[in-house]
T-cell receptor
Framework: DAGVTQSPTHLIKTRGQQVTLRCSPK?????VSWYQQALGQGPQFIFQ???????QRGNFPDRFSGHQFPNYSSELNVNALLLGDSALYLC?????????????FGPGTRLTVT | RKEVEQDPGPFNVPEGATVAFNCTYS??????FFWYRQDCRKEPKLLMS???SGNEDGRFTAQLNRASQYISLLIRDSKLSDSATYLC?????????FGAGTRLTVKP
């Protein structure tokens, strides 16, 4: 049983560029949440997707957008990258939007903006 | 003020020691609470949920005090493998708020 997978593992982008990160949830999970973790900080909630819709959003600008596909996989898009967007981006899946007791994280994508 | 605040650490303890981490949360509407463990350059993994009555899982004991909006984690008989960052989490309405984490190093 594959857990949560994310791609790519690492990414280097230049300021102003756009990036797309991908996540496949754990088998049996239909809800995907995205987090940003800066160095030395805890993960910060970006948004959650369920039934292909954004259900909840944290305090992140509109440059951060996402999508969920019918197979429950998800993408995170960040436009007009800033140096401050450099972080580890974590995807977490759960069985339903309130399935926090069974939330599993993927290994993350480490984004560096230069 | 951050919604979830933790002891900054780092905690450096010898094997076999007992160590306690504290955490406070500011949103009184928070419904559920968790402790996650995160190893260096790895993803967070759920360690245990925290209940008002307190709960224990082997060497780990978690306590919640809703009146004081305070959560704790006690680790007894520390092992080298317990070395990690411990993240406190408060959950409300599909929004999980993580603390910045407390780093623990267990030394031989």
């Amino acid at each position: 049983d594959a857990g949560v997978t994310q791609s790519p593992t690492h990414l280097i982008k230049t300021r102003g560029q756009q990036v797309t990160l991908r996540c496949s949830p754990k088998s049996g999970h239909d809800t995907v949440s995205w987090y940003q973790q800066a160095l030395g900080q805890g993960p910060q909630f970006i948004f959650q997707y369920y039934e292909e819709e954004e259900r909840q959003r944290g305090n992140f600008p509109d440059r951060f957008s996402g999508h969920q596909f019918p197979n429950y996989s998800s993408e995170l898009n960040v436009n007009a990258l800033l140096l401050g967007d450099s972080a580890l981006y974590l995807c977490a899946s759960s069985p339903g939007p309130s399935g926090v007791y069974e939330q599993y994280f993927g290994p993350g994508t480490r984004l560096t903006v230069t | 003020r951050k919604e979830v605040e933790q002891d900054p650490g780092p905690f450096n303890v010898p094997e076999g020691a007992t160590v306690a981490f504290n955490c406070t949360y500011s949103n009184s509407a928070s419904q559920s609470f968790f402790w996650y463990r995160q190893d260096c350059r790895k993803e967070p993994k759920l360690l245990m949920s925290v209940y008002s009555s307190g709960n224990e899982d082997g060497r780990f004991t978690a306590q919640l005090n809703r009146a004081s909006q305070y959560i704790s984690l006690l680790i007894r008989d520390s092992k080298l493998s317990d070395s990690a960052t411990y993240l406190c989490v408060a959950y409300n309405n599909n929004d999980m708020r993580f603390g910045a984490g407390t780093r623990l190093t267990v030394k031989p």
